[in-house]
Structure formats: structure tokens, C-alpha cells
């Protein structure tokens, strides 16, 4: 299993708000975080460090408990997702109403264990995951928007939503409030499968099909740092007006 991260401050924002832990637990078990931060000068800082740390940190108690994962049920790390979200959103919900500075504060996330030839993938907000097999792109999660719902009840189409004075509202957060509801996923993973988990940053810019052909390019002509950093180069190159993270993951 290979993978590589980064994240990039963009051309107009003064500071990262997103962030993004990778672990690997074993040969065949890898997982990944990616949150995008919001609310106040430090408030998206903090919330997207908090809730990366805190997810990671509660798959690691539960890796301990369960070494490398080996032999838990489907239903068992779909669980120890949601519990890593839940923990998130706690820590960060309970440090929003403990500092007046960082009331209101909130972040997206997106994460993943990959695990044997399964992908488990979690998310809240509007950051992505996409997986990448045989030129063909797919986008697992749905975000959490009020442009998508709008999209889902035929109001507005796709191109529509992508330049409509909403596209930024999100629905869910972490952090926001005492609980938060997140999608869970099971995909399968075939051998030779990219799992790409981004900020908006990076899809606000990039098309899935222009996603698709830069990692495609990886072991043919690039590496999997050369094409994470050609996906920033091109958000950038358009504006680059928000951070932008990208996460590849290889089975």
C-alpha cells in the first residue's frame, strides 16, 4: 500500500485551515483524515487540527484493542468510524463553548480505513472521497451542502451548483452542535484502486475527470507525491481562493 498527502495555504487566504493525518496500521490496513476548518481567525484552525487528532487517536485506542484490525467485521470498523467521529465532534464542539474566541467554530471531515480489497469511508460536510480504477472515476461520498440538496430536488443542476451564491453553505459539521450525523460507506477495493480524499479547495477548481487523469498518470510518468502536488498546482493555477488538500491512497 502506498500513499502521500498535501496541503497548500492557496493564493488567497492568510492561513491553512485544513488538515490531514495518514496512518498505516499494517501491510493491508491504511486510513486517512482530511478536514477543512471554519469559523473565526482561529476557530477553522483549531477545529480541523482538534478533530484530525482526535479521529486518529480513537483508531489508535481501538487498534490496540483489535491489532491491525485483523479479523473484525465489516460492522465493527463501520463502527469504529462513527465512534471516531462522534470523539471529533466532542472535542470540538466542547472546546467551541469553552473559549469565547472559538465560538461557532466547525470543520468538515473525510476519512477512510482501507483494510484488505474493502475501502470504510466516513464523511461529514463537503469535503470528498473519490476512487480512481481503470480510468474511470467515482465519487463515494455526498456532500453535505445546501447547493447538493438543491441539485438532489432538481432545482438547480450540477454546472448550476458550481457557481451559485450557496455552493459554500454546508449542512453538517463537526463541532457545530452536541452531535453530528455522518454518511458511512463500504466500497470494494480492487487491486490497482487510488482512494483520493480532498477539500473543496481542490474541487472547487478540479473536475473528477481532470482528478482521474493526473492519477492515472501515477507509475506511468508520475509519482504519487509528483501527482498530489500537480492536483494543488492546477487548483492554484485557477485561484487557488481556498486551502487545498489532496490525499492519495493505493491498495
Known amino acids: 500500500m502506498l500513499f502521500y498527502g498535501k496541503t497548500d495555504i492557496g493564493r488567497r487566504r492568510e492561513m491553512n485551515q485544513d488538515d490531514f493525518i495518514i496512518r498505516k496500521y499494517a501491510d493491508d490496513v491504511l486510513a486517512a483524515v482530511v478536514c477543512d476548518g471554519m469559523g473565526g481567525a482561529n476557530g477553522g484552525n483549531v477545529a480541523s487540527k482538534v478533530a484530525v487528532e482526535t479521529f486518529i487517536a480513537e483508531l489508535d485506542e481501538y487498534e490496540k484493542a483489535h491489532p491491525s484490525f485483523f479479523g473484525e467485521s ?124 480532498c477539500s473543496d479547495g481542490l474541487t472547487d477548481l478540479v473536475e473528477p475527470e481532470e482528478i482521474c487523469e493526473t492519477v492515472g498518470t501515477i507509475g506511468q510518468t508520475a509519482t504519487m507525491e509528483e501527482a498530489c502536488a500537480a492536483l494543488i498546482d492546477c487548483a492554484n493555477s485557477r485561484g487557488g481562493h481556498d486551502n487545498i488538500t489532496a490525499v492519495i491512497l493505493s491498495t
Open 74 to 197: 465489516e460492522e465493527d470498523i463501520v463502527d469504529c468510524l462513527s465512534a471516531g467521529v462522534t470523539a471529533a465532534n466532542r472535542a470540538v464542539y466542547k472546546l467551541s463553548i469553552a473559549e469565547a474566541s472559538l465560538a461557532g467554530m466547525g470543520t468538515t471531515l473525510v476519512a477512510c480505513i482501507l483494510s484488505g480489497e474493502k475501502g470504510y469511508i466516513v464523511n461529514v460536510g463537503d469535503s470528498r472521497l473519490y476512487l480512481v480504477e481503470g480510468g474511470e472515476i467515482e465519487q463515494v461520498t455526498h456532500d453535505h451542502s445546501k447547493v447538493q440538496e438543491l441539485v438532489d430536488d432538481g432545482t438547480l443542476t450540477p454546472e448550476e451548483a458550481k457557481h451559485h451564491m450557496f455552493r459554500h453553505v454546508i449542512t453538517r459539521a463537526v463541532g457545530t452542535y452536541k452531535t453530528v450525523d455522518a454518511d458511512l460507506f463500504v466500497c470494494e477495493m480492487k487491486p490497482g484502486t487510488y482512494a483520493v480524499l
